[in-house]
């Protein structure tokens, strides 16, 4: 066995060339019944199972995805808790992937979303439990994904507005920068942003959305996030664009906002925030909120209530919880807020993720050497089975627009959403 | 006393002039203390008490609201129950009202809302709890609103489609016939329908909509409804629009509703369905609703959970419950299917109501000629109050857009909905 080091992501790596190492030897009767199990599991649907002495399960069709298995350990733990250990051997590899990895994953679901298959008991004990992150547990979490590297997320976001989040495609055409342009549009013309307007921004990333609006609408921003590289970026951003007098970068927890506010926006932090911290959130946009203000929360929600994958739990977005409207409606109900439009953008982000797939792949080399192997591969398997859950339904984007009860802040109609002229 | 007779409503009525009659006699101290409370507890709202003996209380602004109380009896019923017998004493006239009666309504909105205010006990131990109707209940309640006659509601609805349910302004200088259609188009375009398309329709009124969706889209609809009077009426209207080939009008509840649809819509049925229904009428649309099919509900609603106020409970809209949004989840999230749009038209709500009540203002004799004085006074009550509802926030008016989880049947974003060539 080769000595194995985690990458930054905590993902087991690989010391060195491994597969063959670890390969040793033929496959006995019992993993061939085991890998014969595992590929029953998966039904009919087009997915080949090959051991590493090339005795081979499931399908053979022609255009068949291949799960390639380098070692017993991999056969083994992937029987045992394959939503954890897929991820894992992936990324560490010795479990390979011949084909499309978006097809794979969304042929899996497709299997498993048939009432009473399921991988296993494993696999459904592994729940990780959404649980409110305490303040310094929020830093933990946040910085574990979003300090890896400012150079890192520029290799394969836009270059307009540096935006994580699900972008707005007004066409099928639209380049991953206009659509995220047009995302930032979407939600100003949804809150009808006027210029020297105040807004509160929770969770503001690199800063791509507060310096748009200051620049686009002439608002004043102040934007709160607890990641001291996105902070540091994003006040960099906003002197060299000329909007440092509007916008003001505030490097902590959302919760300690102060100071009232026209606009209240959040885009791409609730998912984060943990379920238990949502009556806080709404009493914190009650706190800010003038009575003619209104408001708008974009994350990534569920049709229904659901554990997120575990190994995305725990690898790629610790304390991440994407919520169902019901859940979400823990911040509007007590506070007097009423919701006003609610926008799910569902295939947008099946979009977005295709290009940050593409634009991923065509930086790989420039990833295995800022990073590693391992790494370079946890995170095609993230984007590649984000891809796939937005695309079968298993996560939604929802645009929550919302005022104060009985006020009428905004237009009667969307159609100024809509309208080239503006509203 | 006069002996006292009820109208249609439940709704004690007078037998004659009746208010001299009452007013025997000078208030008492006690009399005045108590109208002293009353009027103490309405706070600084401009308004006003008298009584029979023209002793007044509260307010004495110049344009405050005055609630004139014509015996002793509606004093005393007013200070232990207002909100059941403000409506019922109002009907009888036995509480009259001199100025506007939105404005009073809107103004002790106003006055409640203040936390710590409220009438009084009685008033919240009145409570009518929501409960699912049983078949034999739900057709009693519907019976009770709908089989008033279709002549009473085509004095004052729109000429164009009966819709007895909130139109859709496209702008503010709309008529109601305008904005009725409007609002059916509205639909139409959300859910993208199509010619020859199968649409089931739940709680279809006098046949309005079915028909138009016939006529303008070329659909055909199944549209069920209990009240007989309106089956009758909408099977006939069919008829002579040439449509009757393509609606078939069911005399049925929606629960025993079979066969499969494109389309599922359901226009101002939820309100009266109960919310222990949700569960039941979301295992219906996914019986019916074919893989592609998508469907909208449309009903009246909260943003927080809360009682109908009792005395519309009791006289005009027994078992009826506006949900909240999360309550309105126990139809989408259990059967698999996905929120795609909401839309609050609450202020549509607000301006439909106060075109209903201009024209019942213009055709008040006729209706007192109809029915009665207690029964025009009632219904004049209940579009008052519930153009104040509307206005402050305290019903919503909810449009959800669903579809199957994971499927695209409509197109990624609402710009159709707004645009003049359609989709």
């Known amino acids: 066995m080769t000595t194995e080091r985690t990458n930054r992501l905590g993902v087991p790596g690989v010391a060195g060339p491994g597969e ?78 011949d084909g499309d990895l978006v097809r794979l994953i969304d042929l899996a679901y497709g299997s498993l979303a048939r009432p009473g298959r399921r991988w296993n008991l494993a696999s459904l004990i592994a729940h990780l439990a959404s649980r409110a992150p ?40 639209a380049t991953l920068e206009q659509a995220q342009v047009a995302k930032m549009d979407h939600v100003c013309r949804k809150l009808c942003l006027k210029a020297d307007e105040r807004v509160v921004e929770t969770g503001c990333g690199w800063g791509g959305f507060a310096i748009f609006m200051a620049k686009r609408y002439g608002t004043r921003v102040r934007a709160f996030n607890i990641s001291k590289e996105q902070i540091a970026y994003a006040t960099e951003w906003a002197a060299r664009e000329g909007v440092d007098d509007k916008v003001e970068f505030v490097l902590d927890d959302y919760r300690n906002a102060t100071g009232r506010c026209d606009v209240f926006v959040s885009i791409g932090m609730l998912e984060h ?26 994350s990534i929600g569920r049709d229904r209530k659901a554990r997120l994958n575990p190994w995305i739990a725990r690898r790629i977005f610790p ?62 398997l993230y984007l590649s089975g984000s891809v796939a859950a937005f695309d079968h339904g298993t996560l939604q984007l929802f645009q929550v627009l919302f005022a104060r009860s009985g006020k009428n802040p905004l237009p009667e109609t969307r159609a100024h959403q809509y309208s080239r002229t503006g509203y």
Chains 1, 2 share one sequence.
């Open 319 to 380: 304390g991440s919880y994407p919520p169902t409207l019901r859940e979400m409606m823990d911040i509007f109900e007590p506070n007097g807020l009423s919701v006003l439009d609610v926008e799910n953008l569902r295939p947008h982000y099946a979009r977005t993720l295709r290009h940050w797939l593409e634009r991923f792949e065509q930086n790989a080399a420039r990833v295995r050497e800022m990073y590693d192997a391992s790494f370079e591969r946890a995170w095609r």
């Open 20 to 97: 063959d190492e670890r390969a040793a030897g033929a496959s006995s009767g019992l993993d061939r019944w085991l890998a014969a199990t595992v590929a029953r599991r998966l039904g009919s649907a087009p997915i080949g199972i090959s051991l590493w002495d090339g005795s081979a399960f499931g399908s053979d069709d022609r255009d068949a995805v291949r799960i390639r298995l380098a070692d017993r350990g991999a056969l083994w733990g992937l029987a045992l808790n394959p939503e954890m250990n897929f991820g894992d051997f992936y990324s560490a590899g010795r479990l390979m992937v």
């Open 134 to 173: 305490s303040l310094s547990r929020a830093k933990r979490n946040i910085h574990h994904h979003y300090d890896i590297g400012n150079d890192f997320y520029a290799l394969w976001l836009d270059r307009e507005g540096l935006q994580y989040t699900c972008a707005y495609y007004p066409s099928a055409e």
């Open 273 to 298: 925030a943990g379920r238990r911290n949502y009556p806080t959130l709404g009493r914190l946009i009650d706190r800010c909120l003038e009575p003619n203000g209104r408001g708008l929360i974009h």
